[in-house]
């Protein structure tokens, strides 16, 4: 079982920067691929980045690349997400996901979801 609890969202205007964490628990975090999805309103989840469990090999969406850098820390069983040039589009609220040994860019590739973060970006 893996509980995992965002923090760090907020309001900021464009072209500001935020950084998300995400903490969690559980002593096979080093195991686990994680990710960071966003859903907006009126729209649905879509993926952000992922770290793999081994070797921090990363995988960013299109929107994202260039602006944001996720990073983990397995001493520490937490994620990041660093966050910069921000847009109002990047406005939405921020979850980390986790998956046993593998990534994906679908909602149903992963076993826990924390509860979210939201993130504003004022133009």
């Known amino acids: 079982q893996v509980q995992l609890v965002e923090s760090g969202g907020g309001l900021v205007q464009a072209g500001g920067s935020l950084r998300l964490s995400c903490a969690a628990s559980?002593?096979?975090?080093?195991?686990?691929?994680m990710s960071w999805f966003r859903q907006a309103p009126g729209k649905e989840r879509e993926f952000v980045a992922s770290?793999?469990?081994?070797?921090?090999?990363?995988y960013y969406a299109d929107s994202v690349k260039g602006r944001f850098t996720i990073s983990r820390d397995n001493a520490k069983n937490t994620v990041i997400l660093q966050m910069n040039s921000l847009k109002p589009e990047d406005t939405a609220v921020y979850y980390c996901?986790?998956?046993?040994?593998?990534?994906?860019?679908?909602?149903?590739?992963?076993?826990?979801w924390g509860q979210g973060t939201q993130v504003t970006v004022s133009s």
């Open positions: 996901a986790a998956a046993f040994r593998r990534l994906g860019v679908l909602e149903g590739e992963y076993d826990y």
């Open positions: 770290i793999r469990w081994s070797y921090g090999t990363t």
């Open positions: 559980g002593r096979t975090f080093s195991s686990y691929g």
